[in-house]
């Protein structure tokens, strides 16, 4: 497994990380999964504190229990539950995230977060204030690193101007190409992105052909639209599957760093990292985005 370094930081991720909001609540799975995770080279597992309302990170941290040091932990923080009966509201100020991101530590059995992320974001939110939490807690040790998780192009702009944030998290894929318009930018500021949903819930995956995915199609693709698209995928496959050619396409931009699938069963982690094996060429790129659409983002550009 290639590893990348994230940002400006020290922490070497895998191209190919674990995103845990798949898990399930069965202790003895999730272990399972993440335990096959790090034995195949995967070093980035992710989760959020909000995932389960808190049972993921401890099912994280149960599995992570004597190989910590295996791997560079992410988690988020930002959406408040504790004091509500049911959903959660976002709350993002100083106070909140220094109190939570010591439940976090609780949860997830450790002494320090490799990676905070802020879970979300507004071009209203106090910005300086929070920055001001996150380096404090880079100053007390808690975390190493921090970062946002986020697809609004004003909310990104403000971080990179203001921030020392060395990542940012966004939906990723050949059915979801938004972010291409800011990667280059984004990469000029030495920060990473780690692209979420590069299977596109199912759809950039032999399930297509099996009618295992949503009938409502993806964002702007219409169900006949990405079945067309994988079978020009398919076409080029020469044996490789179609999963990790979709897998190795967020990677083609050097700003990314890697690219967290989800697994809920260990057979799937088995599938996913094996697409570190496979290589896209530039002409397969070039066909990629042929045959797919350079959508943009319409809404909180400034």
Same mark, same amino acid.
């Given at each position: 497994?290639?590893?990348?370094?994230?940002?400006?930081?020290?922490?070497?991720?895998?191209?190919?990380?674990?995103?845990?909001?798949?898990?399930?609540?069965?202790?003895?799975?999730?272990?399972?999964?993440?335990?096959?995770?790090?034995?195949?080279?995967?070093?980035?597992?992710?989760?959020?504190?909000?995932?389960?309302?808190?049972?993921?990170?401890?099912?994280?941290?149960?599995?992570?229990?004597?190989?910590?040091?295996?791997?560079?932990?992410?988690?988020?923080?930002?959406?408040?539950?504790?004091?509500?009966?049911?959903?959660?509201?976002?709350?993002?100020?100083?106070?909140?995230?220094?109190?939570?991101?010591?439940?976090?530590?609780?949860?997830?059995?450790?002494?320090?977060?490799?990676?905070?992320?802020?879970?979300?974001?507004?071009?209203?939110?106090?910005?300086?204030?929070?920055?001001?939490? #996150?380096?404090?807690?880079?100053? =007390?040790?808690?975390?190493?690193? %921090?970062?946002? @998780?986020? &697809? /609004?192009?004003?909310?990104? $702009?403000?971080?990179?101007?203001?921030?020392?944030?060395?990542?940012?998290?966004?939906?990723?894929?050949?059915?979801?190409?938004?972010?291409?318009?800011?990667?280059?930018?984004?990469?000029?500021?030495?920060?990473?992105?780690?692209?979420?949903?590069?299977?596109?819930?199912?759809?950039?995956?032999?399930?297509? #052909?099996?009618?295992?995915?949503? =009938?409502?199609?993806?964002?702007? %693709?219409?169900? @006949?639209? &990405? /079945?067309?698209?994988?079978? $020009?995928?398919?076409?080029?496959?020469?044996?490789?599957?179609?999963?990790?050619?979709?897998?190795?396409?967020?990677?083609?931009?050097?700003?990314?760093?890697?690219?967290?699938?989800?697994?809920?069963?260990?057979?799937?982690?088995?599938?996913?990292?094996?697409?570190?094996?496979?290589?896209?060429?530039?002409?397969?790129?070039?066909?990629?985005?042929?045959?797919?659409?350079?959508? %943009?983002?319409?809404?909180?550009?400034?």
């Amino acid at each position: 497994m290639r590893l990348n370094r994230l940002g400006s930081s020290e922490l070497q991720v895998s191209e190919l990380g674990l995103g845990c909001m798949s898990l399930g609540s069965d202790e003895k799975e999730a272990t399972k999964i993440i335990h096959k995770a790090l034995d195949k080279g995967v070093t980035l597992i992710d989760t959020a504190d909000l995932y389960d309302f808190g049972n993921n990170e401890k099912l994280v941290g149960k599995a992570l229990k004597g190989k910590r040091e295996q791997c560079v932990l992410a988690t988020k923080v930002g959406n408040r539950w504790d004091h509500v009966d049911e959903g959660w509201e976002w709350a993002p100020n100083k106070d909140y995230i220094k109190t939570a991101v010591k439940r976090s530590l609780l949860r997830l059995d450790t002494d320090y977060i490799d990676l905070y992320q802020l879970h979300g974001g507004t071009i209203d939110d106090p910005i300086d204030e929070i920055i001001e939490a #996150f380096e404090d807690l880079k100053a =007390e040790g808690l975390i190493r690193e %921090y970062g946002i @998780s986020s &697809i /609004r192009p004003n909310v990104i $702009k403000e971080y990179l101007k203001r921030s020392n944030i060395v990542s940012i998290m966004m939906q990723y894929s050949l059915l979801d190409r938004r972010p291409e318009e800011w990667l280059n930018m984004i990469h000029t500021h030495d920060v990473s992105v780690i692209a979420r949903g590069p299977l596109a819930k199912g759809n950039l995956t032999d399930r297509i #052909f099996t009618g295992r995915v949503s =009938e409502k199609g993806f964002l702007d %693709y219409a169900p @006949s639209e &990405i /079945r067309n698209l994988m079978e $020009k995928v398919k076409d080029i496959s020469d044996g490789r599957k179609l999963s990790h050619l979709a897998l190795c396409y967020p990677l083609h931009h050097p700003a990314v760093a890697t690219t967290i699938p989800g697994a809920s069963s260990v057979e799937q982690v088995d599938d996913n990292t094996e697409a570190a094996n496979v290589d896209l060429s530039d002409e397969e790129i070039r066909l990629f985005k042929q045959w797919t659409k350079q959508t %943009y983002y319409d809404k909180h550009r400034d």
